[in-house]
């Protein structure tokens, strides 16, 4: 799985929105951006994935750069609940085989303000 | 629609012992995996579960094991404790369907603590 590199921590005003970035240099044309997040004290939960175009649903939008090298995660109106460590993970979704696992980082710890 | 159900939520036991974490996958899912996420760090990957069967393992010694029961629920199980087990313990999983694109649910942990 392609490696990827997040800042260790980012502010965001409440109201505001939020944009974080992922560096995945290194991924293949197969691979799929996805990203989770960790609420303290609780599980990963999932947030959005995609492979080149542009994504967005209920929680967040995804914009991957054409090249694929590096992507956005932005929260349109970040709340105080929105405060969590954000992770970037890219991988190929159904490798085959039995290879399913998820590789984390220490993620992006982001920090909404009020 | 139940979620990723994990227990117990806290555990605290002392070195040498032996210890039994359980896991109820979400409904229709099929595959479960067990995370280990020590403070500070992201979680990292100790084996997946389906079918009844260990497909796929990361770096840990055999002193955590598993098992998955046919109704897809399972179990971590770490022998001979050590003070670095202590961590918070997650239960992952999903569908094999393709279409799912490996979106994988977690439980909210387990909270082992080794004194």
């Known amino acids: 799985d392609a490696k990827t590199t997040q800042p260790t921590s980012m502010d965001c005003a409440e109201g505001r929105a939020a944009n974080l970035p992922c560096n995945h240099s290194?991924?293949?044309?197969?691979?799929?951006v996805y990203w989770y997040r960790q609420i303290h004290s609780q599980g990963p939960q999932y947030i959005i994935h995609?492979?080149?175009n542009n994504e967005t649903n209920e929680m967040a939008s995804l914009i991957i750069t054409e090249d694929r090298k590096s992507s956005t995660l932005i929260l349109p109106h970040a709340t105080l609940r929105d405060t969590a460590v954000y992770y970037c993970i890219v991988r190929v979704p159904n490798s085959g085989g039995s290879n399913y696992k998820l590789t984390f980082g220490k993620g992006t710890l982001l920090t909404v303000n009020p | 629609d139940a979620g990723v159900t994990q227990s117990p939520t806290h555990l605290i036991k002392t070195r040498g012992q032996q210890v039994t974490l359980r896991c109820s996958p979400k409904s229709g899912h099929d595959t479960v995996s067990w995370y280990q996420q020590a403070l500070g760090q992201g979680p990292q990957f100790i084996f997946q579960?389906?079918?009844?069967?260990?497909?796929q393992r990361g770096n840990f010694p055999d002193r955590f094991s598993g098992h998955q029961f046919p109704n897809y629920s399972s179990e971590l199980n770490v022998n001979a404790l050590l003070l670095g087990d202590s961590a918070l313990y997650l239960c992952?999983?999903?569908?094999?369907?393709?279409?799912?694109?490996?979106?994988?649910?977690f439980g909210a942990g387990t909270r082992l603590s080794v004194l």
């Open positions: 290194t991924i293949s044309g197969n691979e799929y």
């Open positions: 579960y389906y079918e009844e069967e260990e497909r």
């Open positions: 995609g492979l080149k």
């Open positions: 992952a999983s999903r569908t094999r369907d393709r279409l799912a694109k490996n979106i994988q649910y």
